[in-house]
């Protein structure tokens, strides 16, 4: 904001306290006049009161003020003021005391940043103490040593003037061996917001509430039928769990008027937690057992955005900037954007059964540029959450304006104030750092109110992911600024649609106003180039698959995933997550494949090849076409050319043998390559080659081995002219000896029907192919899962 937009305004103050005042100063008087006719010296002497002594062991004496309540007094309240205080130094302290100190009222934003800049400089003022009876006395401190205080004031006691913010310190007097003197030797300063009653106006706050996390879930799922999710690691379920950072916002939100604006994919891995995942424990996974905490964390964050305003960010919350600045050269880049936000309003449905808006598009500490104000509302989104910091006030105004401003294009900015954003940024894990945050914030939102008397929209946007010790002072000041007589909050919607002010900057400032600091944390190019790559392959990979789903979904999140914003500044994870979701697609397409083949020999003019395809998906695949192809077609043809195609569909597990019928048209070894295709007629998977010898059968070897079967047949009959004619010699010997018989009784036997004769003539035994002996690299037409080595050596072909 501009500078000038710092002052503050006056506001009437009370007539029962505004005649109390005047009272006390005209009572005081005649001290006035007898203090100017003092010597010079001593009015150094009482300047000293503001601004201490400095002393050789000056700030030995750590203070910290760990509660400061009500953080927004009104009349008739006591103040209690709680903390500690701690000898640095190397000498004991002794005749200690904590004192409490108002000092000046600070008319400008900028003065309150310097208070708090310079909370613990000695050199700076620190106003008069309050009466000694408002003291803790320590009659020594020693080296090391924390002693704990606590101080109650009645606030009529500080002599608060008119409405506004004054410096409050807490100070720590004593004296050492030393320096023997009282000297003050440590300082706490912080703020005291001051209006008793309410004025004509409030200033309408609005305060988003972020549920944003980093990437937790994988590409990769399990092959049931619930395809169980697999985590990148156990962090999700930390977060969730109570004390968590998640848990805390959740907890700490319910209570507060905030409009919540949640990351889609945070639902999802902790709604995909809740009937049962898996972890990754290196190249293993292990199951998870954190369902009861997801399950109740969602309840809980359901009942706490019940009739609260929801925002949606696109799912995973992309990487706007870097997607502006380096991804926008990269083909399919912002199609992946309006994938991530037409998923995010039925995610968010679907899980918290509220309806969100996905109206809003929050760049990175709302820095914006002209071309990430193109990309964020590319995908729909037609309002812009800015910062001050970069969409800065650049006319002659002397108050902040409200947040709402059109930017042109239909284009809103909804533009959140720096200061009560930034004010919740660092660790806020002690005691004495959150309540000087949450003293800044009131501060700083009261002297914002009192700039003019003009009712104002006013936004607040922390950083993305507070931690839990932050969400816990973004709360405690929440809870302050309901209490006091200034604000009244209002949903973020409403903010938007405020009245802008027609003063206020309108123009999105020039690419090279963007942070160098938050240049230097974005995605490159190369990254936006291997998320093209991997939709390249997911694209080639779903059009043979069944049941395409199984897959577009878990790989499109990820993709999704790869371009959030959590990636900033943790390059090495960002590439090591592209990496493995890439490499898992492809461990996926490589499971659709061609069973290597070793050479073929073919005898004869004409055979079948065999090639089979393998499946070793848990779905089937269809759509697939192979092509089996000669590079010698003078020598081989394939289906009476140079190559032939056929239709392949393999259910999941499962193999296909596909037969191709070749001619020979010389003899010697021709090079064949199977290739599978889509029915697009891109290539899908690796080929496979291997070399046919063919061998013909020539007219001479055909005239011997008919020969030979000529020969065995007369060598057959032959045979049996033989034995005929020796039975019959022998039925008319044995017919001499017997003399004359009866009426001819022939008492041979019946002949044996399977004579030798006839077995040496007999063909083929029955069930015996007709077509040669089966072949190892012949499998039959659906076949279970089979071993992907390559067939037995000297294979021959189905004639």
Known sequence: MAEAADFQGTSASPARRWLRRTGTLLAGAPLLAGLLQLPAATSADAAGQDSPRAAADT????????????????????????GTVTNKGKQTVTDAHVGLRVGPLLNTRSAIDTIAKDRDDLQGPVGSEVADKYTEKFSALSPGVAEPFSISVPVDELDLGRDGVYQFAVSLSGQTA????????????????????????????????????TVHMTAETGSNEQQTPVFLNDDLAEEISPGGRLERMVSLGKDLDVTWVIDPDLLASVDAMTDGYRVRNGRDTVAGDDQEVANRWLAELQKAVAGKEIVALPFSDPDLASLAHNGTSVT????????????????VESILHAKPSTDFAWPVDGAVDPSIVKVATSAGADKVIARGDSLRETGDLTYTPSAARPIGGGTTAVVADARLSRVFEGDLTRASASTLAV????????????????????????????????????????????????SESQNLTAAAKAKPDPAATTKVPAASSYPPSLTRQELREAAFDQIAQTQGKLDNFKVILSNQSRVVTPFGRAVNREMSTSWRGRTSEAESYRAGVESYLDGLIKGVKLINKTDTKLSGRSATIPVTVQNNLVQGVEHLVLRLSSRNPTRLKIGGDAYEEQRVAVSGGHSQSVKFTTSANANGQATVVAQLYTEDGRKYGDPVTFDVKVTEITATVMLVIGGGVLLLVLAGFRMYTQRKRAAAQADEEDGAEDGVGGAGEDIAGPQNPEAPEDRLTKGPEAGSRADGPEQPSDPAPDTAAESAGPSGTGERVDR
């Open 59 to 82: 700030g030995s004496v750590a203070v910290a003020v760990d509660s400061l309540s009500p953080g927004v007094p009104t009349d008739g309240d006591t103040l209690t003021v709680s």
């Open 332 to 347: 399919g880049s912002l199609s992946h954007l309006k994938e991530a936000t037409d998923v995010a309003a039925d995610t």
């Open 439 to 486: 003293q800044r914030f009131l501060a700083q939102s009261l002297t914002l109110h009192l700039q003019t008397g003009k009712q104002r929209s006013i936004v607040v946007a922390p950083q993305r992911m507070p931690s839990a010790s932050q969400a816990r002072t973004m709360a405690e000041a929440l809870t302050a600024l309901r209490d006091g007589t200034w």
């Open 178 to 213: 030393a320096r023997p003197w009282e000297q003050v030797l440590g300082v706490q300063r912080t703020f005291l917001p001051w209006q008793p009653e309410e004025g004509d106006t409030r200033t309408r706050t609005t305060f988003l509430w972020p549920l944003v996390s």
